[in-house]
């Protein structure tokens, strides 16, 4: 199973390294070349939702991805790319790709010095570590997304079919949990 | 609710920002540009080294009012320095929120001996260093982040290379190592045998490691990544250009692209006039001294 994993910028190699230690094949994307490659999942990291959403744009990325993950190529984007997957930000103008059907506060929990860590329940996966940079969370969601996980209150994890969007940096630490969730959902799909 | 310490928190914002561009800025439009232009994260400071250079003088922490005024511009990290070992500087940039503070060279320190002790501060600190002794000393100190010191405000890469290299080549000393010449080193470097025992397991230092001090075209800020950056600063080089938005969009796609000689190649066109360099043997103030 190959798995690529956008490396515009952020906070990609942890996310290459934890799917590496599962067994997963992984590459990089950096510029339109790398879309030749066959890829059976896509991993949007942590980082900057500005800078990514902007590179996707102008190293042409963003249509043909978007045309994939459209089209039910599983995605798994952690905090910069749930942003990047929310189909309405709150508070910002910009979209991304939009394919989810959720609506995202960026740095909802204020500037560094709200950034927090957590241990709670996602549905399905357990209780897992919850590391939250600077994060967004979601406050509204589409009839056809399953909310995964609450922490006061606030939504932090949520899927719509083969796309899995989370608040917090799974890729921090070393719990694989979410990482398995995802290539089994590849798997399944 | 489980714990992990703030230090690990501020740590890993720091991984957030590889492989991006930190710009410096004077004003809310500055940060927008550059923003706009892809940075990871803005530098508010009041005057950027060129020009503290040219003006001479003390200089010190900028009006927090400026600071909170890029701050409400922009969406993404706002940074800001403080003079270094000036801790009451530092309490100030906590106390408005800052999301990162750069204990700096560039300008004035404010104690010619110690450095701030980073552990007592929530906020993150960067710190420069132009060796691996002065990055672990920092990271000692708690800083959660470390650059290149280079040469601030010069335009000049050469002094960014020297402190990148050196720090690399002595980090491959103390991998090839046995387990028991490290205490040693730990005495030679003045710090504690664990951070030394890190870098000989890990290879690299505890923390991020980011390019600073000299960086002024795509191909200065490529090469600083193709020799081990993690991403960079990119201080007088920008708003002291001839086209600021051109050559900062042109700098982050080269950091993201950084082996990729062609396209790096069609970002170095037409980029208009670089910041005017000044060689380091002509300045008199060699900020890359202060702090060790």
């Known amino acids: 199973m190959t798995i690529a994993v956008l490396a515009v910028q952020g906070a990609f190699i942890e996310h290459e390294k934890m799917l590496q230690e599962l067994g997963a094949d992984t590459f990089e994307i950096r510029q339109k070349s790398d879309l030749d490659r066959h890829f059976d999942g896509l991993v949007l990291p942590g980082g900057e939702s500005t800078v990514m959403g902007k590179l996707l744009r102008e190293l042409d990325l963003y249509e043909p991805l978007k045309e994939k993950i459209k089209q039910g190529l599983p995605v798994f984007g952690t905090c910069a790319g749930l942003i990047l997957l929310a189909k309405e930000l709150s508070n910002d103008e910009k979209r991304h790709f939009g394919t989810m059907d959720i609506s995202v506060k960026r740095n909802a929990y204020g500037r560094q010095l709200g950034s927090f860590y957590a241990e709670e329940t996602i549905e399905g996966i357990g209780i897992v570590p919850m590391t939250f940079i600077r994060a967004p969370y979601i406050e509204k969601v589409g009839d056809n997304v399953s909310v995964l996980a609450t922490v006061d209150g606030n939504i932090v994890a949520a899927r719509q079919g083969n796309q899995l969007g989370i608040s917090f940096h799974p890729e921090l630490g070393s719990d694989l949990k979410i990482h398995q969730y995802f290539l089994d959902m590849v798997k399944g799909a | ?292």
């Open chain 2, 1 to 292: 609710m489980a714990n992990k310490s703030r230090y690990d928190l501020n740590k890993e914002l720091a991984q957030m920002l590889k492989g991006g561009v930190i710009m410096d800025v004077t004003t809310p439009e500055q940060a927008r540009i550059a923003e706009e232009a892809g940075a990871c994260a803005v530098m508010a400071l009041e005057r950027i080294p060129a020009d503290i250079r040219a003006a001479g003088g003390v200089s010190r922490m900028s009006d927090p009012k400026m600071i909170k005024g890029i701050q409400e511009a922009v969406s993404i990290p706002v940074m800001a320095k403080c003079r270094i070992g000036h801790f009451v500087e530092a309490q100030i940039l906590e106390a408005i929120e800052i999301d990162y503070i750069d204990e700096s060279e560039v300008l004035s320190p404010a104690d010619d001996k110690y450095h701030i002790d980073k552990t007592k501060f929530k906020v993150p600190f960067v710190c420069g260093a132009k060796d691996l002794g002065e990055a672990l000393r920092r990271i000692n100190e708690g800083a959660s982040m470390i650059r290149t010191k280079g040469e601030p405000g010069t335009g000049d890469v050469v002094q960014a290379v020297t402190h990148m290299r050196k720090m690399n080549s002595e980090i491959r000393r103390i991998v090839s190592m046995r387990e028991d010449e490290l205490f040693d080193v730990a005495k030679e470097l003045q710090v504690p045998y664990e951070l030394v025992q890190y870098v000989h397991e890990n290879e690299k230092l505890p923390v991020v490691n980011f390019a600073a001090g000299g960086v002024a075209t795509p191909a200065d800020a490529a090469l600083m990544m193709q020799l081990g950056a993690e991403g960079v600063f990119v201080g007088s080089g920008i708003f002291k250009s001839g086209d600021p938005k051109k050559r900062a969009q042109a700098i982050v796609k080269a950091v993201t692209n950084y082996t990729d000689a062609k396209m790096i190649a069609e970002l170095s066109e037409d980029l208009g006039e670089a910041m005017v360099g000044i060689n380091p043997h002509e300045i008199e103030i060699l900020m890359a001294e202060r702090g060790k």
